[in-house]
DNA sequence: TTCCAGGTCCGGC
DNA sequence: GCCGGACCTGGA
């Protein structure tokens, strides 16, 4: 239970202005973060950029409340509060079931996430669900994370590469990780020993930054995909998971079967256009949480 | 008990 | 390249 003490800081009110649609429980609960909750009241409580906060919007504004200053400018990037999101609504090539998705969901937001953040997180994501991906990483975070106080209770920040990299596979599977707990480490080694900057993933072109991913053990096409469109901002990502491929196959490419990775993001890019990924996200939690789309002939 | 879930790897064709 | 099986774990 989340209870608030006189002597949790937290700061003044953030208000930042959202220039479109904002749907907070579909941006935020839709399979892209990991780490937001529900509560306490209107608010939902996470991090961002590693600062522990709530947020909740009203009447076109985003307010936020957070552990320590925050910049608005954070605030915007990660909610892409900046006209990217419009852009993204006024550019993508629609059909009907994206429309359909569109329609439901227009304030469903790609969020800007930190890349090595996400390299772990969607590690961790595979062969596995929602449920326990929150549990694992939120055991990863109690285990190699910072601690810090935020609306009453202590709250675990994403740890940084080298803790991750020194705990050991034991620690790692009392999380739920199983066989995943070796890829974690791997993947954490090979960042904190410099041989991987996530960062510079974002400015890498995307064959480049997929190929880089590829070469960590554990890291296949999905996860990869997931990396670079969720933590790199490469919106011509195209993550295929079990999700997508059903819809694909039920909507788009009926007469195919099982198209390999390739030939799905060359199909997705001439079909959507240079957003692709950012309408595989609205295509995917369709058919999560609605149903099956219109069919394309 | 058995099966499967927001994949990946490996070995065999 | 394509296909099938194994892999940790927890919930149905």
Not at 20 to 39: I, K, N, V
Not at 120 to 135: C, D, M, P
Not at 197 to 219: I, K, N, T, W
Not at 277 to 291: E, M, N, P, W
Request: proline fraction near 6%.
């Amino acid at each position: 239970m989340l209870q608030r003490s006189p002597k949790t800081p937290v700061t003044a009110p953030l208000r930042v202005h959202v220039p479109g649609p904002l749907d907070l429980e579909s941006t935020l609960y839709s399979g892209q973060a990991f780490r937001w909750t529900r509560g306490p009241g209107p608010w939902h409580t996470g991090f961002i950029a590693n600062v522990p906060c709530r947020v909740r919007s009203q009447d076109g504004t985003l307010i936020v409340e957070a552990g320590r200053q925050i910049d608005a400018n954070v605030v915007a990037h990660y909610f892409r509060l900046d006209g990217a999101h419009e852009e993204f609504l006024r550019t993508v090539r629609r059909d009907e079931a994206l429309e359909a998705a569109l329609a439901r969901f227009v304030g469903l937001r790609l969020l800007r996430q930190d890349p090595w953040e996400m390299l772990i997180s969607f590690i961790v994501s595979q062969n596995s669900n929602e449920a326990k991906i929150r549990r694992s990483i939120e055991g990863l975070c109690r285990h190699a994370g910072e601690p810090t106080e935020f609306g009453g209770e202590t709250r675990w920040r994403f740890p940084k590469p080298t803790a991750l990299a020194r705990l050991d596979e034991a620690t790692l599977r009392s999380t739920g990780l199983g066989y995943r707990a070796r890829f974690i480490r791997g993947a954490a080694q090979e960042v904190a020993h410099g041989r991987l900057d996530p960062l510079l993933l974002a400015d890498m072109p995307y064959e480049e930054a997929f190929d880089r991913l590829m070469q960590l053990d554990g890291v296949g096409a999905k996860v990869a995909d997931c990396i670079l469109l969720y933590g790199c901002d490469h919106q011509d990502a195209f993550p295929s998971d079990v999700w997508v491929r059903r819809f694909l196959r039920e909507t788009y490419l009926r007469r195919s079967k099982d198209p390999n990775h390739l030939r799905i993001r060359e199909f997705a890019l001439r079909h959507f256009g240079p957003y692709a990924g950012y309408a595989q996200h609205y295509l995917f939690h369709y058919r999560r949480s609605v149903g099956a789309l219109a069919k394309t002939s």
